[in-house]
């Protein structure tokens, strides 16, 4: 059974609604009816109602069962209003709050708060801080995650299964930070099956290098083991220290994570959304993602690069965080 039989197996029949910002976008539009069509979850999209139907004309599909919301025109406007501006704690005026409501990300993103919907999925024409500003003002991380991250699953040829965190939002992290992703990392990975052995990776190994950045790292390690510690984690690991098996035991002679990572906490933006892409473009590995983690309710983030399947599948992914 592959990833996406699993997660669907596990969505199917729960009636989940994902809210979709942008409706008049064909590559989301087409997911919805997918959806919808399948069985899997309650798509509501958002956007002008006309500009929704001529997409459903230009793609040849029937929309007639899925509930469409233009928020400028929608008969909860007001209620949602009043919502923001008291989950907002007095830093906007309801008129700021009018005009916030009026853009789909922040309806939408109220719509989950409120528990109309059980997630959302934007990001195909939108900016990642169009989606993820909201989302931080509105829905707020978890307690102890001081911010938000975002992972990429990885998929191999043969089955493998990776993750790579943090790949989309943070340009630097203190040991702290590195410390809460690598554990919703861990809790992502599982998601998909995984049981997570965690690599907090560097250019050094177990202190083979001495400078501030690779003690960072090693000081993130002991945090996280701190914050988790019956998790599977170690570092700091070079990445051939983390993955293959002897040079794991030479490195880390005696590290249960070493030469067995299957997830990966890089130290930095760079490398993390370098590294993703070496193993997608080169390696083969098919990147799923980037998913929003750290938050109190499931909001996940396309590429304006998205196809029809991304948005699918990530649709497909944001339910099964909500169970």
Known sequence: MNIFEELTGKIKGTNKKIVFPEGEDKRVLGACVRLKKDGLLTPIVLGNVEEIKKTAKELNVCIDDIEIIDPTKAEDFDELVEKFVERRKGKNTKEEAETFLKDVNYYGTMMVQV????GMVSGAVHSTGDTVRPALQIVKTKPNVSRTSGAMVMLGKNGERYVFADIAINITLEAKELAEIAVETAKTAELFGIDPKVAMLSFSTKGSAKHELSQKVADATQM?????????LDGELQFDAAIVPSVGEQKAKGSKVAGHANVFIFPDLQSGNIGYKIAQRLGGFEAIGPILQ?????ISDLSRGCNEEDVYKLAVITAAQSL
């Not at 750290?294 to 499931?298: A, D, F, R």
């Open 224 to 232: 996280a083991k701190e914050l988790a510690p019956d998790l599977s």
């Open 294 to 298: 750290g938050l109190n309710k499931p």
């Open 115 to 118: 528990e109309k919907a059980d």
